[in-house]
């Protein structure tokens, strides 16, 4: 098993700029892909960015794509989220996750770990 934390989160002007992170502990961290989903809400959770779990190819969503990076440091076991150009309609909760399994990386049925979650506020 894994266990995931997050951080970074908290409220930014639009425009701005967070780094979210997320700390692997447990079984290898490299053993899983990992994706980053968010909800805000009353909505669904959403899928935002993801790694191929081989960690070579990164996915992601297209309201996010060009604003939003996903990187990893396999060295401190942590996956990070830099998203830059933020928008109000970018608040949500974000969760770090990893999946066991390469199929369906886009949905959040694929993963079996989550961590709690961190808020991004995006104020107008």
């Known amino acids: 098993q894994v266990q995931l934390v997050e951080s970074g989160g908290g409220l930014v002007q639009a425009g701005g700029s967070l780094r979210l992170s997320c700390a692997a502990s447990g079984r290898t961290f490299s053993s899983y892909g990992m994706g980053w989903f968010r909800q805000a809400p009353g909505k669904e959770r959403d899928f935002v960015a993801a790694f191929s779990r081989s960690g070579s190819f990164t996915y992601y969503a297209d309201s996010v794509k060009g604003r939003f990076t996903i990187s990893r440091d396999n060295a401190k076991n942590t996956v990070y989220l830099q998203m830059n150009s933020l928008k109000p309609e970018d608040t949500a909760i974000y969760y770090c996750?990893?999946?066991?399994?390469?199929?369906?990386?886009?949905?959040?049925?694929?993963?079996?770990?989550w961590g709690q979650g961190t808020q991004v506020t995006v104020s107008s």
């Open positions: 996750a990893a999946r066991e399994y390469e199929t369906n990386k886009y949905s959040p049925a694929a993963y079996g770990y």
